[in-house]
């Protein structure tokens, strides 16, 4: 996309512009942009508006405002991906940078995922939820239900999961290096993982591949829940094998604070391939639980890696 020097400025303009899809003046978009970290007057951008007309992104619907061209819907969307490239691995890499969790006292800050499902759904994506830690199929062995947050919207209730990442962040803590390979589908037969269906790397996606695997219908979580088989969403890290004595005791903490790990770790475990110099440690990953909500029926919306967050407070009942 061939943008003036300001180009950031201008992206975040036709962003706003295709994710409202009616015509905005520069009165407005100023005030969207001010949302978004953008500080610009009205007269800023109706400069940038005028430029952008003359590009053919924009189109002036009378005294209503602006509107996306054709043209401007394609550059955008190219533009979009292009910047959102490797985003989610930058996303969970600064939140395993911030987790702060020590296993061997159980504190610290660990990094979570928050879904959103409407008042009346509450008890059942509890229970779907249940259903997922009862199998041994999730990343950690309890919830927290959340309905005092200004992100859950009236009449809904928030669930706090944690995170996979928190693993990485731990690891980093300890001086070890560790590497968020893939995320895939894995088959378990009887309570047991057999091999992974399909891998996708983190690095270079626009999308969080487990999101997009559970979307699109390709697991049966509810499945395995409820028998021992079917297919869950797993995450394979990787750490060099000099670390395995050290990783192994860190996992057998993190499970004394109620961590479910690891599915397996080796330098060659289930159908992934065999590396001399590193350790693949598979853990099966909180999504698991929102997973078998979505196939149960539950109306849910996810943020994967909302933030970071006391670990006493996600254990906390009250």
Do not use: W
Request: glycine content about 10%.
């Amino acid at each position: 996309m061939n943008l003036i020097p300001s180009e950031r400025k201008c992206l975040e303009i036709l962003r706003i512009l295709k994710e409202q899809r009616e015509p905005m003046g520069a009165k407005r978009l100023s005030e969207l942009m001010a949302e978004h970290g953008f500080v610009l007057s009205d007269r800023a951008v109706q400069y940038y508006l005028r430029y952008l007309d003359d590009m053919g992104f924009t189109e002036k619907i009378g005294n209503l405002g602006r509107i996306l061209t054709h043209k401007g819907l394609s550059e955008t969307e190219s533009a979009m991906v292009e910047e959102r490239i490797g985003f989610i691995i930058s996303k969970l890499e600064r939140l395993a940078f911030r987790t702060t969790f020590d296993p061997t006292t159980g504190t610290g800050d660990v990094a979570y995922n928050l879904s959103i499902v409407p008042d009346d759904e509450a008890e059942k994506l509890a229970a779907a939820y249940d259903e997922v830690i009862s199998a041994g199929a999730g990343f950690f062995s309890t919830y927290k239900r959340i309905d005092r947050d200004p992100r859950i919207p009236k009449g809904s209730v928030g669930f706090i999961t944690i995170c996979s990442i928190t693993m990485d962040g731990v690891f980093q803590r300890n001086g070890i290096p560790v590497k968020m390979a893939y995320g895939g589908r894995l088959a378990v037969t009887a309570g047991k993982a057999s091999s992974f269906v399909d891998l996708i790397g983190y690095r270079g996606t626009t999308v969080d591949p487990l999101q997009l695997f559970i979307s699109s219908g390709l697991t049966s979580i509810h499945q395995l829940s409820t028998t021992g088989s079917g297919i869950a969403v797993a995450n394979v890290r990787e750490v060099p094998i000099a670390a395995r004595e050290q990783v192994e005791e860190i996992t057998a903490a993190m499970r004394g604070c109620g961590f479910v790990l690891p599915v397996a770790i080796g330098s060659q475990v289930l159908n992934l391939p065999f590396h001399p110099y590193r350790l693949s440690v598979v853990a099966y990953s909180g999504m698991n639980l929102v997973g078998n909500g979505l196939e149960r029926g539950c109306t849910i919306t996810t943020e994967i890696g909302a933030g970071n967050i006391r670990f006493s407070k996600v254990i906390d009942t009250s």
